[in-house]
């Protein structure tokens, strides 16, 4: 939709112009579809992961990047010979076809999923979550326009984190009932239900027709095209020292997490429980900061007010993890952590795409996404190996943490300066 369009539109319930409602009302009800979907996957994923043991976490990591400088050039030559409107819900239905894979397979392996079917499970999740939730947004930021963003997209964001209540609840409930092969079939369903609402002639009216970069710009979306545009672009830099920061504090809680739980609970079953129950409390936390807490400072303060608002919350949980170094400190930190990830961080970051060129939407976004996200997550793994021989505890790794919230924090103030020399607010 244009701007001029947009400032003439009735308005309907909760302020939301009435001929936006049925995309806006596709685009939540795809991405609830797509997080639940997820968030049945998730805790049996993180179960293998500390049943593999923390130590493995960095060679799976290392696996998940190789597994990306792969797909990532495959990415791009399909973003330049299928449409835009079109690519999307293909990759979703090849994902469908993926998860009835998994589905058959883990099903005939029964309770004794491990070794390599659980190291490969473990990348394919990890991979899936990152293109689906990846491409999932660049179709937001071509559908919505800037002020559009900023109204809506903490309403999308919110459905997704009522997907990520639903997905954990189904897990913990049917379980015991059908298996990890049940869940999965579960998962594809619900991922068909996303492809279809991405498919709707209402969300694809609404798009905007804008024409396609110039020849000048790079093309391709392959990873050096994304990476020169990130390299020559000093804003999506920025975007990219966020997304790397933020990787490294991820790392480090979910490796320490993985380490402890381990140790705590040392049957599958309970530690899925575990993370199915964080899950609950993330989620539920991100749901209602995106819903209530999210469009209010975006409009009022700005986008990049709710970058920094983020980091400072998440600098105040390190410094308590730092001083009380335990399983429960560290168990909050994980839902703070990812509640102002989810909550504010992520969805301010989609927003900073709707002032860029549109192969910034697909090329440098899905790099910074996917290749880039693993690459920090294969270095931090190596790092806090090396690190952790040192002898640094969990009260060490708080401090450590505190030390690059700091970075991230001034990091996030460049970004926002930037966002609004782009117009932005």
Known sequence: MSNSAATSLRRGP???ASEEMAPLAASCVSFTLLLACYYILRPVRDALAATLGADSIKYLSTAVFFTMLLIVPVFGALLVRIPRPRLVPALYAFFIVNLAVFAIALGRQGSGVGGWWARAFYVWVTV???FAVSVFWSRMAEVWTEPQGRRYFGVVSAGGSLGGLIGPLLA???ASNVAVGGLVWISAALLTGALIGLSLPAL???????PAPPAAEPGGGAILDGLWLIGRTPFLAGIAALVSLGSFLGMIVYIEMARLVGTAYPDAVQRTAFFAYRDLWVNGGAFLIQLFLLGQVTRR?????ALIAAALVVLAA???LGWDPTLATLTGVSVVLRCAEFGLAKPA??????VVPTAAKYQSKNVIDTALYRASDMASGWIQALVGRLGVGLGGWGWIAAGVTVVLTAVAAAVG?????????
């Open 318 to 320: 390190f410094l308590t």
């Open 172 to 174: 913990r409930t049917l």
């Open 14 to 16: 909760f302020g939301v």
């Open 204 to 210: 694809a009216a609404s798009a905007n027709t804008a």
């Open 301 to 305: 303060l700005g986008v990049g007010s």
């Open 417 to 425: 300066r930037g966002y609004r020399r782009r117009g932005g607010k």
């Open 349 to 354: 970051r989609d927003m900073l795409y709707t």
């Open 128 to 130: 899936f979550n990152l």
